[in-house]
């Protein structure tokens, strides 16, 4: 029903932009008289695409007010319950950390005694398992699960390839446009059409 309202609402904007957009479709400029016809038709697209714009905010403007006071409302719990996560999560982290170098020692012994032949590779492979963290731990209220994960981390900007690296256009037009001569960089010039309303 109420898609049928909206269809019913968006008609006259469907009907009117169709006829504008076969109308550009069919226009050629090549002469004075066709620039002024082009401007008349911009004009007209121009008005009907603020009339749409329009009535889009008037539908949109009140739900995002809606949604940005209810992230407002929450925001600070959310906040709450993050540092509280992070804490637990980094204090998890410590201890297994702690218990991964005991581990790495205590392997490290054993990899020891099996290269000078005082334990077989059975015996230690056990003795490994049996000094390893363990990696899950499941309780009523949840489960942990401890993973390698692999991060990377940028040492020496200057070292890194050409290839790798993303100019920055907002910066560069910025600077640019202000007058500044950047290696590499040009300013141009080029046509542009503002269609303004009346």
Not at 58 to 78: C, G, H, Q, W, Y
Request: net charge positive; no cysteine; glycine share 4%.
């Amino acid at each position: 029903m109420e898609n049928v309202k909206l269809s019913q609402e968006l008609a006259p904007f469907v009907a009117t932009i169709s006829k504008a957009e076969a109308a550009a479709t069919a226009l050629t400029v090549k002469t004075a008289d066709d620039l002024t016809g082009a401007t008349e038709l911009l004009g007209k697209i121009k008005t009907v695409g603020k009339a749409i714009t329009a009535k889009k905010e008037s539908m949109t403007k009140p739900l995002n007010e809606a949604l940005r006071n209810i992230r407002d409302f929450f925001r600070p719990v959310e906040a709450q319950w993050a540092n509280a996560e992070q804490i637990v999560k980094g204090k998890m982290i410590d201890y297994q950390n702690a218990e991964l170098a005991k581990a790495a020692k205590k392997t490290e012994v054993i990899e020891q005694k099996v290269e000078s032949g005082k334990m077989s590779f059975e015996k230690a492979a056990e003795k490994i398992e049996a000094v390893t963290p363990q990696k899950n731990v499941t309780t009523a209220a949840g489960a942990a699960q401890f993973r390698t994960v692999k991060e990377v981390v940028i040492d020496n900007e200057t070292l890194i390839p050409r290839e790798y690296l993303i100019l920055d256009m907002v910066k560069i037009r910025k600077v640019a446009l202000a007058g500044v001569t950047i290696p590499g960089v040009r300013v141009i010039e080029k046509q542009a059409v503002a269609g303004i309303t009346r």
